[in-house]
């Protein structure tokens, strides 16, 4: 960047075309920082585990995709298959439940009055600061005094909690579902209640879509509290599983190839969610990023 | 987040206030009585499913990490309750910051931010500037491929970066090799750097989308203003278009600053690989040590209080910070 407007001084024309390469050489490195490592995953994942050590990763000799597939869902009893299935059910249904709840309070906030409503939204926006290592311990505890620990449960109720939700759901609140609307279906007569679920709910839809999003992606990441509250490897979500069988690979080197296929399909479903729904968060985000 | 609110609160200020609201609806006061309690039964519904779960999952247990560290276990190990656990003051307190290798966890993630963020912001600001030059060819390919690794979890992309930095499984140290450099991307000066770049790799594109997302905000005709004004497009892109933006700058270091101070999912993936690496290596990794392993609850409590009040004074003295500095700013008008 610096060096073309160093040279953009001189004459008009040719700096012009200079500072255009440059640009473009920088936003194609950058690229290419970002493409390499994940086109780095898939061509591994087509190599057995002695190709693997060869470090010759552009050859297309040993392939043997459909090997490491068929091993991967094999490995340990099929516990792959149930991790991922872990995963989508921890996910999709807590990013689900999660958007709605935090939606709806978001409306709230951003369509009623009352006392104190400022400060309480304060808390809520704090509470994105506070890190996870300082509510694991007491989760567990709490967990552990409930008989939760070690089950579903204990991993999906923690998950529904989105502060920043709540943030996005006010913001998206003011800007997509205008007060007249409301009005007018109160005039229609209808409760308040009703004017939320018939009628704003439905203006809300790109917003939801994207907290939907944004809780999809934190949940599928998790790893911190299914390592506490979990020990039984059938309860595990894809990320737990995959840093366990890591580290049984360096022991036995036969988990590699499965540990790099694993991590190529624990990719897919958020390329996915994002790739579909790339029209909704894409105008979430601005929403969040302008305001 | 903190950041946040004072940046969006005059809008949330400007926006039409409610008052006008109920002119149609009720014109009799009885009327409007009923209205205003059938209004807020209803906002007490919408509101009670995350505030139960804001209690449950998340006020409750900040409460207990509080309560926790002002006690211990007298005879540690042998589990929870409170007819074993007795009042110990300060006592976990004292420990925790006199304990070297907390001390040393906080150096590193001091050492950590000060490498990370600065990297992040200015990489995904000058990449988002870039963009919307508007010179850029397949724009819309290269945001989508920068944003790639945001779909990629945490611990698998510490997986792959842990792959590239492995002797024998890496081609970046294949050709490095090659060309007779030898770096040992896991040894004691470079394990930092390496996580500092798992992170800037997973991170960078969601960040340049948010900047670019306003900076298409930005409104044109202060951009041909600036044209006209003879300023070219680096001068433009740097004292136009920068400025325009730094809400969504601050809140960029904001989120950035609070993650990286959890720092954990990196580490613990590395250390399964390298000795470089101990157990107790950030703070995050310290309180779960403490909890989990050695299971001195009081100690973890009182750590993971620590952090969160390190938290709290860093995103405080940011948010203060760049109040005053736009506040000087405008003065300066």
Redesign the interface.
Known sequence: ??T??AS?TASPLRPRLL??SV??L???V??L???L??L??VL?STKNRDA??S?N?LSLTDFSFVRNLTDLFAMDGGLYGRWYGNSLLYAVLGAALGAL??I??G???D????AHKEKLF?L???????????????????A??AGLVNTFWAVF??V??N??G??LG??FS?GYVP?EV??AA??DGA???AA?FRVALRMLGPGLVTVFLFQL?AI??N??LP??MLSDQDLYP???G??SW??SA?VSPEY?PV??MG?LL??VP??L??ALLQRFW?SG??A???? | MTSATPVSAPAETTAPPAPERHVGAAPAPAGRGSARRRELGACGVLMTPFFVLMVTVFLIPVATAVRLSFFSDDQPGLGFGPERTVFAGLRNYTAVVTDPTFLGGLGIVALYCLIYIPLMVAGALALALLLDSGVVRLRGTAQLALFLPHAVPGIIAALIWLYLYTPGISPVIEVLGKADITVDFLGVHTVLPSIVNIALWSNLGYNMVVFYAALQAVPREVIEASVVDGAGPVRTALQVKAPLVRSSIVMVAMFTLIFALQLFTEPMLLSQSTPMINSRFSPSMYIYDAAFTRNNYGLAAAASVVLLLCTVALSYGVTRWTNRAAAAEEGAR
Do not use: H
Request: glycine share 4%; hydrophobic share 55%; aromatic share 16%.
């Open positions: 960047m610096s073309s407007t953009r500072g255009r640009v473009n920088v936003v194609g950058s690229v920082y970002t493409l490592p994940v780095w995953l591994a693997l050590f470090s990763v709840v935090s709806a309070c409306y709230a906030f369509k009623y009055r009352f304060g809520v926006l704090a509470a994105v600061m506070v890190p996870q290592t300082v509510l694991a311990l007491p989760l567990y505890l709490m552990s005094a109720i923690p529904l909690f502060p920043f709540v943030y006010r913001i003011q007060d409301l009005e109160r005039m409760g308040e209640l939320y992606t599928w990441n790893f911190f390592m506490v894809v990320s737990l995959l840093y890591n580290s360096s590699y540990v790099i991590s624990a990719v958020l390329i969610a994002f894409r985000l601005t969040g990023a302008v305001k």
